[in-house]
């Protein structure tokens, strides 16, 4: 009696491992959030208009090795929507500057620290030296739900 119910305990315990494994918290479908925070954006760049899509890049600022950096190029991607004006304007404006306001979806925010230099009251009695400074900055996505589009300087 007592081996039957071992092999029983087993064999259960067989069936459980594959259930268990499936079931790990990477493995499940992630519900989408039920609030999504979006934020209106202005993006400054040059307009690449292509059959895959169009794209504006830009210029941002962003922290590399502790250090505030200004140059780094980044793509956003630009929804136009059923908005045949938009459309149409898109491959105007391709390789130009441009203007784009519009939507986006607020990811979330993170602080990043970085050096800069100290300035001290009276620059002539002592020299700047580093130190860190911290920030917060907001997580957007980098897909823009077009509302306006034009050339930079109209």
């Not at 493995?27 to 954006?41: A, C, Q, W």
């Not at 002592?126 to 589009?149: F, N």
Request: charged share 25%; net charge positive; proline share 6%.
């Amino acid at each position: 009696m007592p081996a039957k119910w071992v092999a029983c305990v087993g064999l259960l315990g067989f069936l459980a491992v594959p259930a268990v494994a499936g079931d790990r918290p990477g493995k499940r479908d992630v519900p989408r959030p039920t609030v999504l925070l979006k934020t209106e954006v202005e993006v400054r760049g040059v307009l690449s208009a292509t059959e895959k899509g169009v794209t504006v890049t830009v210029r941002e600022e962003s922290v590399k090795d502790t250090i505030w950096t200004t140059g780094e190029e980044a793509v956003w991607q630009l929804d136009l929507g059923g908005v045949d004006e938009l459309k149409k304007k898109a491959p105007a404006l391709n390789g130009k500057q441009v203007v784009v306001t519009g939507t986006a979806r607020l990811l979330g925010a993170r602080t990043v620290t970085y050096k800069t230099l100290a300035q001290p009251a009276f620059e002539s009695l002592r020299p700047s030296r580093p130190q860190l400074a911290s920030q917060s900055v907001l997580v957007v996505e980098h897909t823009i739900k077009v509302g306006t589009l034009q050339a930079a300087g109209k």
